[in-house]
């Protein structure tokens, strides 16, 4: 990857009031985050963000010169956003924190088209992850306690997105997301053949699963079909793709079964393992900070930490991006919707 791209963009007060006014504006004409004339829009929006930022997030987007970046210094009103929330279930939408969903749509129509899965957040498009008290020891973005180990983005999933967009409400405590990249020439080119073999097993993360949805404890169980699936069938996938000088990643360790009957792809793995491990760092979002993320180059996770559950916790916005939505259509029940499951 290039390195004469600097990885954080930082606004300019002028720009930082602009952004703001924009999604003011925008939370006032549509109707939430699922609205089809909102995401209909989302191209011709975004031209009204600052143009730095259009460039900054396009430039990440076609060139990839880098695996994350950050965009910081939006103005995000504490006061109108309110407390961070207990729970995500039965909250209304859209909420006080709207214009910050509006951006983070934004920006993912700069960088693609966003989606979501109607098997994560009762197939909410725009994502809240803040500490929950009953995930504290959780494989989750609503835990806390636990290390939520280093992981490409749903990696189970063929449609698993491009891009994450991560917009940070708040982080009082400065609890760092973690991001991790395959170094250049780190592997032997034998241990490249194995990572490039489909050879290994990914299993869906418990976000999936239908006791973290609603809809599941209220007997809709249909959309879980097609995870159900996935975990029959257990399809063999490869760890490493793409290019060969600079693979894209396929990964997520916590969910992968050990190849135990193959040394040969588990001894490749560990390697591939420790080498991301040596090269882990920590980005701790500030308030008005976002972060993007590519999810073939780097993979991403959270340290441990203890929340108060006293309304001031880390909240961050998320949302899913896909350069093609086309390729998801077998999986979505209609050519409109943005629901893969």
């Known amino acids: 990857m290039g390195t004469d791209h600097d990885p954080v963009l930082t606004l300019t007060p002028d720009e930082a009031r602009q952004t703001a006014e924009l999604t003011l ?19 011709r929006l975004a031209s009204g963000l600052p143009v730095r930022t259009q460039r900054f997030l396009r430039t990440f987007a076609t060139e990839e010169p880098t695996g994350f970046g950050v ?80 992981h490409t983005e749903d990696a189970f999933h063929p449609y698993r997105g491009d891009y994450l967009v991560l917009a940070s409400l708040r982080n009082p405590d400065r609890v760092a997301t ?4 395959y170094v250049p020439h780190a592997l032997s080119p034998a241990d490249l053949e194995v990572l490039f073999e489909e050879r290994f097993h990914i299993a869906p993360d418990e976000s999936h699963l239908p006791k973290n949805n609603s ?17 029959r069938e257990r399809r063999p ?36 393992i420790a080498v991301i491990d040596g090269g882990l760092r920590e980005v701790a979002l500030e308030q008005g900070d976002c972060l993007v993320i590519n999810n073939h180059r780097v993979v991403h996770g959270r340290v441990p930490f203890t929340a108060r559950f006293d309304g001031t916790d880390r909240w961050l916005k998320r949302i899913n991006v896909t350069h093609d939505l086309r390729k998801s259509r077998t999986m979505r029940a209609s050519s409109s919707t943005r629901l893969i499951g």
């Open 237 to 272: 996938v490869s760890v490493l793709f793409g290019p060969r000088q600079e693979p894209y990643l396929r990964l997520d360790p916590y969910f992968m079964a050990d190849p135990e009957d193959d040394p040969e792809a588990r001894q490749a793995l560990e390697r591939l």
């Open 178 to 181: 973690t991001v991790g990249e």
């Open 25 to 43: 504006r925008l939370a006032e004409r549509y109707a939430g985050d699922d609205d089809p004339e909102l995401l209909l829009d989302l191209p």
């Open 215 to 231: 809809r599941a404890s209220d007997g809709d169980t249909g959309q879980f079909a097609a995870l159900e699936e996935f975990l």
């Open 71 to 150: 965009v910081s210094g939006h103005l995000f009103d504490q006061e109108r956003i309110g407390p961070t929330p207990e729970d995500w279930h039965e909250r209304p939408r859209p909420n006080r924190e709207f214009p910050e969903e509006i951006l983070v749509l934004l920006y993912a129509g700069l960088l693609g088209e966003p989606f979501g899965w109607t098997t994560q957040q009762d197939g909410r498009l725009v994502h809240d992850v803040f500490p929950v008290r009953k995930h504290e020891h959780d494989q989750l973005g609503l835990g806390s306690k636990e290390l939520l180990t280093w």
